[in-house]
């Protein structure tokens, strides 16, 4: 067994040390959650053993093995996550003034960006002899870990929010899970499920503590990286809840520069909710940026955010910055994300084209300059939510009559009468 590629847990605010081999969630120095921990790695043994083409062909995460903190003789606990596409988005970026891509992450194994991250958790989890794992989630990070709990064979027990969307807490139920609502906020079942850690000892997957599972979403900035390395972005953009996210996409960008596999890294834009703007406050400077998160975009509805001091790091390493969306524009974002390329999101992640439309309009986004923006959720996760953008469907008679009062009854089947060629002017027109 070795885990000799990484040398050290480090912890972020004092930096103190810990063995990588033993289960250290956050640094015992400072209350509470305060000391989150950073994955120290010997890059030199990273490198010699990072021995795959980078050439765009990416069948999944663990590509990226060498980078990953698991023992080399783990076997990996993978569903396929990662290795997702990157798509041209035309018409999208017509909308916004910028030359656009999407990397559509919400096509991992569960519908979520999660997955990256969990398939670390289950793989450290069976190989170090743990029978059950845990979290706290809104609802994706829940599905997520049952999801690769059932692959793994571990038993799985979660903490959601009573108010997280009926939909995210079937799919968990699906995958035999136990899924246990807590009446109160998502910060009061995250505190719940660290108590039920050291009581009893569960392998905890919250990414804003176990320093691991930023590891594993670090792959999408290594993926980033490869893709882009002939046309590399002027900005990335991501949606922020607790921060673990985009600190971890900084990571694998700038690892990749480092090491030397590419030329440059781009400037992150993170986007939050108006009603959930923690991480956002603080890089701007507020001394009090601790909320109780209002926002439809249930992800990201993080009023104390754990990784706060990594999300902001990042900002600023890469000359990047933040910015806040209301929910109204998130969902227009939504559907403007869905009309125009085809592309589903959850609230949450249609919040990174809410924010390049907040940045054009504030300057900070130039005219044509090249955007990346990466969707963490399917929109199936959060059907209420998109309901709420388009309304009710257009309830016709079995009559051709009913559809020629709607589109006309041209020769060439051309729209016409009151209604689109889009269809978009019968949003809401439901009994």
Known sequence: MTLDHVETLECTRCGATFDPERVVYTCPNHEGVAGILEVVYDYDVVDDRFDAALDGDIPNQWKYRAFLPVDTDAEPVTLDEGGTDLLDAPRLGDELGVDLRVKNDGLNPTGCFKDRATSIAATKARFGGQDVVTCASTGNAAASLAGYAARAGLDCRIFVPAAAPEGKLVQPRVYGADVLAVDGSYDEAYDLSLEVTDAYGWYNRNAAINPFQIEGKRTVGHELAEQTSDEIPDWVVFSMGDGCTIAGCWKGLREFAELGYVDDTPKLLGVQPEGASAIHDAFHGAEDHETVAETLADAVAVGRPRNTVKACRALAGSGGTAVTVTDE????????????????????????????????????????ESVVAVVTGFGLKDTQGAKQAVGDVTEVAPSLDDVAALYGTGDDGAAGGDGGSDGSSLTGRGA
Not at 329 to 344: K, P, Q
Not at 355 to 364: E, L, S, V, W
């Open 329 to 368: 524009a998130i969902l227009d974002a939504e559907t403007l994300l869905g009309r125009t390329e085809g592309i589903y999101a959850e609230p949450s992640g249609a919040a990174p084209v809410a924010g390049i439309q907040a940045a054009r309009a504030q300057g900070i986004i130039d005219p044509d």
